[in-house]
């Protein structure tokens, strides 16, 4: 099973195969991605690399991280797995709609009291 690797400080010209091609020197890499804007598609300047065992993953931070690439020392970490994330919507969660503690037109909560002007 492959080892996902956190890789910062990303030259913000470097595409993905060039970063695949860097990460190749020290061992198989399995997939590449640099993460981009959503808005204007520009690198972010950081990115993930899953190499294919434990050691290469080791042997990547060991002799990667510090290095130039494309001009910049580039930092690379053991990725951390991303948490679990909440969906709320625009006003809340659903209960705080019903206990009268937010949303648009209420009555009730937010100081807002029915019958005064």
Same mark, same amino acid.
């Given at each position: ?9 990303? =030259?913000?010209? *470097?595409?993905? $195969?060039?970063?695949?091609?860097? !990460?190749?020197?020290?061992?198989? @890499? &399995?997939?590449?991605? +640099? ?21 290469? =993953?080791?042997? *990547?931070?060991? $002799?990667?991280?510090?290095?130039? !690439?494309?001009?910049?020392?580039? @930092? &690379?970490?053991?990725? +951390? ?37």
């Amino acid at each position: 099973m492959g080892k996902k690797l956190y890789v910062g400080n990303i =030259a913000f010209q *470097a595409e993905e $195969e060039d970063l695949k091609n860097f !990460f190749s020197t020290v061992g198989e @890499v &399995v997939s590449v991605k +640099i993460i981009v804007d959503l808005q204007t598609g520009q690198s972010r300047g950081f990115g993930f690399v899953e190499m294919a065992s434990e050691e290469e =993953a080791k042997k *990547a931070i060991a $002799e990667l991280s510090g290095t130039a !690439f494309m001009e910049k020392n580039v @930092v &690379v970490n053991e990725a +951390i797995p991303q948490r679990a994330r909440e969906r709320k919507s625009f006003g809340g969660d659903r209960d705080s709609f019903d206990k009268g503690r937010g949303g648009f037109g209420r009555n009730k909560g937010s100081g807002h009291r029915k019958g005064r002007r």
